[in-house]
Nanobody, 115 residues
Framework: VQLVESGGGLVQPGGSLRLSCAASGFTFSRSAMSWYRQPPGKERELVAGITNDGDTTNYAASVKGRFTISRDNAKNTVYLQMNSLKPEDTAVYYC?????????WGQGTQVTVSS
């Protein structure tokens, strides 16, 4: 299983970024997917999740209405569209998949929101 995140960077408050996570090594269309983040000096936390068919999503209260998780099963990719970014969204963002009874993480992508 391999998960490769991309799309992070430095953005000003109020700006937008779209993260991507390219998956391989398992049947992506049969796996729910999630995005987590770990702010500096804090615990890793769930940001958003999506079912295998994309029909159901869930969000942390802190990002609801600003972030959107989506997936393209033809491309084995899950996305996180982040709008109206705030300094407190600064974190390393990780893609997560559960498959065969194990959990798998990507290497993470840094998002920094600062003026």
């Amino acid at each position: 299983v391999q998960l490769v995140e991309s799309g992070g960077g430095l953005v000003q408050p109020g700006g937008s970024l779209r993260l991507s996570c390219a998956a391989s090594g398992f049947t992506f269309s049969r796996s729910a997917m999630s995005w987590y983040r770990q702010p500096p000096g804090k615990e890793r936390e769930l940001v958003a999740g999506i079912t295998n068919d994309g029909d159901t999503t869930n969000y942390a209260a802190s990002v609801k209405g600003r972030f959107t998780i989506s997936r393209d099963n033809a491309k084995n990719t899950v996305y996180l569209q982040m709008n109206s970014l705030k300094p407190e969204d600064t974190a390393v963002y990780y893609c997560y998949a559960s498959w065969g009874g194990y959990g798998y993480w990507g290497q993470g992508t840094q998002v920094t929101v600062s003026s």
